[in-house]
T-cell receptor
């Protein structure tokens, strides 16, 4: 069965500091990995998917199949990055449904 | 364009009652998904429709939960004999095709007293 683990419940960083959110997964087959973000009082929205290899709002994430990780990084955190971040996994063997991690709350302090 | 919408935004009911939660997907999206999010946890999959049919209902917790999508657009999640443990935010998402990026609605917060 597929599983997504986000070991940090809370990350607190100062504005301008780098931030890295960890995500590890288990999956039999070729996974598709996503990062979703939920800002205060807003809906869950897609931030990144690994196949697009885009950088959104300064965030990047690299799929490391050897370490089964998909960590999210930003070199200089901004106050508007304060939000809840969820790593999620999908794939053909998973029936296209998303399996989410427990989420990491990021707090960027001024 | 309009995103995924869900009604009601909040629903308070008593234990044992029946509730219906509605989801309007993005126009033209063929795949529709229901998830449930309990406090402090990530969303958990319930059921997924491709068109009118339920392609995967493996996440429904028991037979009190049922969902329909009769015309391949709007979907209704139905919960019979609600229990306090059903209290959660119920999220709906849609995607253009199965396997494409999923776009989420604002959720319905269900509270069972």
């Amino acid at each position: 069965a597929q599983r997504v683990t986000q070991p940090e419940k809370l990350l607190s960083v100062f504005k301008g500091a780098p931030v890295e959110l960890k995500c590890n997964y288990s999956y039999s087959g070729s996974p598709e990995l996503f990062w979703y973000v939920q800002y205060s009082r807003q809906r869950l929205q897609l931030l990144l998917r690994h196949i697009s290899r885009e950088s959104i709002k300064g965030f990047t994430a690299d799929l490391n199949k050897g370490e089964t990780s998909f960590h999210l990084k930003k070199p200089f955190a901004q106050e508007e990055d304060s939000a809840m971040y969820y790593c999620a996994l999908s794939g053909w063997a998973a029936g296209n449904k998303l399996t989410f991690g427990g989420g990491t709350r990021v707090l960027v302090k001024p | 364009g309009a995103g995924v919408s869900q009604t009601p935004s909040n629903k308070v009911t008593e234990k044992g009652k029946y509730v219906e939660l509605r989801c309007d997907p993005i126009s033209g999206h063929t795949a529709l998904y229901w998830y449930r999010q309990s406090l402090g946890q990530g969303p958990e999959f319930l059921i997924y429709f491709q068109g009118t049919g339920a392609a995967d209902d493996s996440g429904l917790p028991n037979d009190r939960f049922f969902a329909v999508r009769p015309e391949g657009s709007v979907s209704t999640l139905k919960i019979q004999r609600t229990e306090r443990g059903d209290s959660a935010v119920y999220l709906c998402a849609s995607s253009l095709e199965a396997g494409d990026a999923q776009y989420f609605g604002p959720g319905t917060r269900l509270t069972v007293l």
